[in-house]
């Protein structure tokens, strides 16, 4: 294994969908990088798609005043930058041309003269990362996203910050249901995982919760929505998980994006489920899709103070000589796995997680 003391040059990207604290994550790795280690920082733009194109541009001290705060990426993302299949145009029925890139970002891994770079992205970039690792490109993974659904990771930076937002819309949804008697329906991200949609519904006091690892069947849900106004409750709100589907159905997909290493947009599915239960209820039903506003916006404290602890942490692993190893944060400390027990494995809820039993005791319905 190459020395530590071999570190002069290091780079940074961010991968993937954006969230809430990867300018933190940035501020965080360089100021160490330039405080503790004296090391020189590039910032590669739009996540590896800087790489391939040869996009760095030199980070200091003063490129990263300011950040902490701030939601985004100051250095741009993308989602559909994988070396190993990246489109490189578009054929004449609009389909992408797949190419294998992976000797350009090689290339101008070395033309740059990185020594390391530290990956900011979810399990998107982890998976990429890990096919360039074998090619002699030095990585420390940051694990990011507002699904928390990275493997051997129990909390990601951003979900907290999504979360917030989701339950503070949650909120404002609760008026509307009670004054005008009706059953609402939210719609959360979080892909094929629940996470997000568990911890907002339950902290925004929703009466239906449905995740992708639950399975729904509507003739339920109508069911619990006509009891509850038999009992004198006068509204009934729903948060639905952008992933969840039927018992005897698909998700619910929105777009499929072509070029990107995860082409399937999930979304819409509270919109087809409101249509059902306005038919099979007779109740008037509204739904609402949350959508990109759970990504964007200033991190809350915590995610904040994650962030930097990550960012800080990944430059001690480059100190350290070890590479190719994702932060992580388990039983609530940080700690490292390496990035291919991380690469392409999701982190989904379990049926028995202690929430989903708190949930169900204290009211909430899964659907099931
Ligand atoms: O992974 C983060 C996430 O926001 C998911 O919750 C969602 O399914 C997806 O990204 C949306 O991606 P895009 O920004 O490409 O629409």
Known sequence: MPEAQTIRRIGILTGGGDCPGLNAVIRAVTKA??????????????????????????????DVSNILTRGGTILGTSNKANPARFAIAMDDNNNPIFEDVTDRVIENYRAFKLDAVVLVGGDGTMTAAASLMDRGFRAVGVPKTIDNDLACCELTFGFLTAVSTATDAIDRIHTTAASHHRIMLVETMGRNAGWLTLYAGMAGGADVILIPEIPFDVQKIAHECRERMHRG?????IVVAEGARPTSGEQTIKQIVKDSHDAVRLGGVAERLADQLAELTNLETRSVILGHTQRGGSPVAADRVVATQFGHAATDLLAAGKFNRVVVMQNNRITDVGIHEVAGKQRLVPHDHPLIRAARSTGVTFGD
């Open 233 to 237: 409750r006068s509204s009934t709100i």
């Open 33 to 62: 990088a330039l405080n503790d280690h004296k090391w020189e920082v590039f910032g590669i733009e739009d996540g590896l798609l800087g790489l391939i194109v040869g996009r760095v541009r030199q980070l200091q001290s003063p």
